[in-house]
């Protein structure tokens, strides 16, 4: 079994909502891990956007990115330009990626004008690991 981490800077929104797409298109036959550099609470339109297609991201939780600094990982993916400059390094990994992502939580307008926003990365974020998964599986 593969073990994944996704890294981005609050481990709100980008790496929660991968990590659910990868949970979703292995069949949760990898063991996936999220963090953050600066781990925040999961973003309440996060969890909505992703109910919207039938994964349900509310119980996750945020953790920091040093929490799995010691653990063998296959892939270590991160989703944002940020988290890539300040990543702790992964001595155990056996490959780093990088993917950059917009950051939904800077969207600014109405929530819908929002939610829009995170529909946008939420679909990015599908065809992107739904790829990946398919590389792995």
């Not at 990626?97 to 917009?102: D, I, K, N």
Request: glycine share 4%.
């Amino acid at each position: 079994m593969s073990n994944i981490l996704i890294l981005c800077t609050g481990n709100s929104c980008r790496s929660q909502m991968a990590e659910g797409w990868l949970n979703y298109f292995t069949n949760d036959e990898v063991k996936v891990f999220s963090a953050g550099t600066r781990p925040e609470s999961i973003n309440k339109f996060a969890i909505r956007v992703m109910s919207a297609v039938g994964i349900d991201i509310s119980k996750y939780i945020s953790n920091h990115a040093d929490e799995y600094t010691q653990l063998n990982f296959d892939y270590v993916f991160t989703v944002c330009d940020k988290a890539k400059e300040i990543c702790p390094i992964y001595p155990k990994a056996k490959q780093m990626l990088h993917q950059s992502f917009s950051d939904p939580a800077d969207a600014t307008g109405s929530e819908e004008e929002q939610l829009k926003v995170y529909v946008k990365v939420r679909d990015e974020l599908k065809y992107y690991f739904k790829n990946f998964a398919s590389t792995i599986g």
